[in-house]
């Protein structure tokens, strides 16, 4: 597996994520700062295919494989928002759907997200 960063326009931060799904699927994650409480930040992913919490933390994810070493994970410092290529989630949903996918793994101070979909997020701040 491997991380490449998406989020580059995210000021660094604690975020605490909440997340808004609608009925027809359309992601919502909003991205509150909690050292510098002007940074609010929502990622709009559109329709997603799959969408589901993770624990705290990138290595509490049981479906993904470990690595040898902690080094080439990615933590809070290193950013919010990751595309994860070559995840176990993503073949797995590839066997059985024709269009690209993108694996995305979102990290907060409260919880993390992992996103199955089609596109990249729109990444939007919020102007105080």
């Known amino acids: 597996m491997k991380w490449d960063k998406i989020d580059n326009e995210i000021e660094y931060d604690w975020y605490e994520l909440r997340c808004q799904l609608s009925r027809d699927n359309h992601l919502k994650v909003s991205l509150y ?20 919490a993770i ?13 040898e070493s902690d ?10 928002s990751w595309e994860v290529t070559n995840s176990n989630l993503k073949n ?13 793994q979102i990290l907060g101070i409260n919880f993390g997200l992992d996103v199955i979909s089609e596109n990249f997020p729109i990444v939007i701040q919020e102007r105080l």
């Open 71 to 80: 080094e080439k994970q990615p933590h809070i410092p290193d950013g919010v």
């Open 55 to 67: 624990d705290e933390g990138w290595n509490l994810n049981p479906y993904e494989e470990k690595f």
């Open 92 to 104: 797995q949903i590839k066997n059985h759907y024709p269009q690209p996918i993108h694996h995305f």
């Open 33 to 52: 700062g909690l050292k510098n409480q002007k940074n609010i930040y929502y990622l709009d992913f559109g329709k997603v295919l799959f969408c589901r």
